[in-house]
């Protein structure tokens, strides 16, 4: 009877412990951030061997009947890693389109020999900067297509010469790309950094809005701050929606990633209590949170920096006076206003501009 007894305790505990083990491996950004260590192999980050980002694409072939296509496969077969990167020569937008033969009107693309498992919208914030969009085109068209992604790329333009907001036209470009399609990943994109791994996948994560330059070659491939949420980053449509898009109000660069990231954590009060009364078993999944990718994944090279420049430039920039912790939910996708003036496919991308209304000049 008490050996029984005993038993039953033990029994007990270990199920307690295993739960535990669990809850914590789901609470630190989900079994595949802990299991990643085992699917790397070393040459995925071996940066003194890389490749070029076209290899192997020609292995994609359309597929003879559309209807018996299969499903592409979990992995992609021709990823590679470290990719070969250079900003010296400025590619051709007609090159491009000849080594992209896949891509469609808009800058569309799904893959022409299996059906796609994910859908991503590409954002990008623009402004006359056709250099660094050439240079972009260049490696991100072949990028997403060895990743076997359906993917559009969209740039978003402000009409005008007044101060540039960002965060506002990725709002715009939110709204206009679900137009288009029930995305299942927005990923927001800066048009002057270029990803170096093809493992890098510009897939949303299930549970948290996820910050993809965890690495930039700028900041000697580590975070700038710890909340940093600048460069490249992708969430769901609805994590988007959940914390009220981004912030309308923020003039220049930079700022807005802080009140982003800020929004971010908010959301999770939002959220946990959203959770709570519709699935209270899922409690510990609710707050949202950022997760990273890995920084040997996430690397990034940035164009046409000014290494004094961007050492002058404070890191941890001044608190914002936006108080976004009690703001978040009165600015953003729910007080958007903006009035489309043209939106055109060209060959290798959709441009959508826009006046999005009063603009301060530039300061
Ligand atoms: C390209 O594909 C061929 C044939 O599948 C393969 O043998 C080769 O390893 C691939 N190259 C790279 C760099 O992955």
């Known amino acids: 009877?008490?050996?029984?007894?005993?038993?039953?305790?033990?029994?007990?505990?270990?199920?307690?412990?295993?739960?535990?083990?669990?809850?914590?491996?789901?609470?630190?950004?989900?079994?595949?951030?802990?299991?990643?260590?085992?699917?790397?192999s070393p040459q995925v980050v071996d940066y003194s061997k890389p490749h070029d980002v076209y290899t192997n694409l020609s292995l994609f072939t359309r597929a003879p009947h559309e209807d018996t296509m299969p499903y592409c496969s979990a992995q992609s077969p021709v990823l590679v890693g470290p990719l070969t990167i250079t900003f010296r020569v400025l590619p051709s937008e007609r090159m491009i389109m000849k080594r992209n033969p896949f891509v469609q009107s808009g800058g569309h693309y799904k893959p022409p020999h299996c059906f796609p498992r994910y859908k991503s919208a590409i954002l990008v914030a623009y402004r006359n900067q056709e250099k660094y969009l050439r240079h972009l085109l260049y490696y991100i068209h072949p990028f997403l297509q060895r990743q076997q992604l359906s993917y559009t790329i969209y740039l978003i333009q402000q009409a005008g010469t007044g101060s540039f907001n960002r965060a506002k036209l990725l709002?715009?470009?939110?709204r206009e790309a679900m137009k288009d399609e029930e995305w299942d990943c927005l990923v927001l994109h800066d048009i002057d950094l270029v990803p170096e791994?093809?493992?890098?996948?510009?897939?949303?994560?299930?549970?948290?809005?996820?910050?993809?330059?965890?690495?930039m070659d700028k900041?000697?491939?580590?975070?700038?701050?710890?909340s940093f949420f600048?460069?490249?980053?992708?969430?769901?449509?609805e994590h988007y929606m959940k914390m009220n898009g981004f912030p309308n109000t923020y003039w220049g660069d930079g700022g807005e990633n802080d009140d982003i990231a800020t929004?971010?954590?908010?959301?999770?009060?939002c959220i946990g209590v959203h959770f709570f009364e519709e699935n209270p078993g899922r409690i510990h999944l609710a707050g949202m949170k950022i997760v990273r990718t890995s920084p040997h994944l996430g690397r990034y090279r940035v164009m046409d920096y000014s290494e004094e420049t961007e050492l002058q430039e404070p890191w941890r920039r001044p608190p914002s006076q936006h108080n976004t912790r009690k703001t978040w939910k009165?600015?953003?996708?729910?007080?958007?206003?903006?009035?489309?003036?043209?939106?055109?496919k060209h060959p290798l991308y959709t441009k959508i501009t826009v006046d999005i209304g009063y603009v301060p000049p530039f300061s």
């Open 330 to 344: 009165a600015d953003g996708m729910n007080t958007l206003q903006f009035r489309l003036l043209s939106r055109t």
């Open 1 to 40: 009877m008490f050996l029984s007894r005993m038993e039953n305790h033990c029994f007990l505990l270990f199920v307690f412990v295993f739960q535990a083990i669990f809850i914590l491996i789901l609470y630190r950004g989900g079994p595949s951030r802990v299991f990643r260590g085992f699917l790397e």
């Open 263 to 269: 929004r971010v954590e908010s959301c999770q009060l």
């Open 171 to 174: 709002n715009v470009g939110v």
């Open 230 to 237: 600048g460069g490249v980053s992708a969430l769901t449509p």
């Open 219 to 226: 900041f000697q491939y580590t975070l700038p701050y710890k």
């Open 197 to 215: 791994n093809d493992y890098n996948l510009y897939i949303c994560d299930e549970y948290y809005p996820k910050h993809m330059a965890s690495a």
